[in-house]
């Protein structure tokens, strides 16, 4: 609400929540717009049905869990505004409990290897880095973070918006891909600054890794060409199957059962659900934001921590 940008609107859009949300709004900010929905359909299908119901040139997705700076959406609507091929943006994120550190959900932009494994600007798996201005730099990348998305609308609607079988979990990085399909660009605007607790709505635990896994697998058969697809899936079961015996064997029992589950339920999805890409051109190496190498490699076996360590900045 203190958001210096205007014209701008504030909605809630409540998912099914099951705590005093709804009152809180009512009682202090009584002026904010709400859209109750009475059933929660995750991440995914929470927004796709509020988003129906708004009508405005841009969006800008906001987790519950985000504090924003007074003049963050400034910079990154005038960037979009200066490139009408750029389909979302996304502000630099910061923890909020340790605001030198950048957040797990996205830092300084998203980027994705080429078996599919996701990692950012400023965190590779759990390492997240200190905020020393190192990538300061408005760039592409691969995947705008949900938690603090400004995308087109018009263009939103037209890809479909999130793909609401996911629920929760990289529906923004499958979105990103799609978009830059299309020949759209994805960027990251670190002018732009916001601190996101993380894990604020969904904690971390069984749930999340299994819609991590799953949603992962989902989204290479959606988006690959079939003939990457064919052995860059069976190799991934292999890394998959791997990490799970690796956390059961260190007992996190729960981390093996819920890579078995994530596995269990993508078969599901693809005997019900699966259709060969309609990229039958366009691999992964040819979109930006892609590392050409093994992110998992690098960080385990090299034990490469950090994105600059991975990819060296340009001289």
């Known amino acids: 609400m203190a958001s210096t940008y205007h014209p701008f609107e504030v909605i809630v859009a409540d998912n099914g929540s099951g705590d005093d949300s709804i009152a809180f ?3 202090y900010y009584p002026s904010i717009t709400i859209l109750k929905n009475e059933v929660n359909l995750g991440f995914a299908g929470g927004y796709n049905w509020a988003l129906q119901q708004v009508k405005a040139p841009y969006y800008i997705l906001l987790n519950s869990d985000v504090e924003v700076t007074p003049n963050w959406i400034e910079p990154i609507i005038e960037l ?3 490139r009408p091929s750029i389909a979302a943006c996304q502000p630099k994120l910061l923890s909020h409990q340790d605001p030198h550190l950048f957040e797990y959900a996205g830092s300084a932009g998203g980027w994705i290897d080429h078996l599919g494994y996701p990692f950012s600007r400023g965190r590779v798996f759990d390492v997240c880095e200190a905020d020393n201005g190192q990538y300061n730099d408005t760039i592409e990348i691969f995947w705008a973070t949900g938690a603090a998305m400004f995308v087109r609308s018009e263009l939103f609607h037209a890809m479909g918006g999130f793909d609401p079988y996911f629920f ?9 891909w799609r978009m830059q399909l299309k020949g759209y660009h994805i960027m990251a605007c670190p002018k732009s600054v916001v601190y996101h607790v993380g894990a604020g709505t969904l904690p971390r635990g069984g ?8 949603n992962n697998l989902i989204m290479l058969c959606k988006n690959l060409p079939l003939r990457e697809l064919v052995w860059k899936l069976p190799f991934r079961f292999l890394l998959d199957a791997i990490s799970a015996w690796k956390g059961l064997f260190t007992g996190d029992i729960w981390f093996f059962t819920a890579i078995v589950k994530s596995h269990i339920s993508f078969f599901y999805w693809f005997i019900t659900r699966f259709s060969p890409s309609k990229n039958t051109v366009i691999p992964m190496s040819g979109l930006h934001g892609v590392y050409h190498g093994s992110v998992v490699w690098n960080y385990f076996i090299d034990q490469k921590k950090h994105f600059l360590e991975i990819i060296p900045a340009k001289a």
Do not use: G, T
């Open 207 to 214: 749930r999340k890794v299994f819609l991590n896994f799953r």
């Open 80 to 82: 979009m505004e200066s």
């Open 168 to 176: 929760a979990h990289q529906e923004e990085i499958d979105l990103c």
């Open 25 to 27: 709004l009512k009682e």
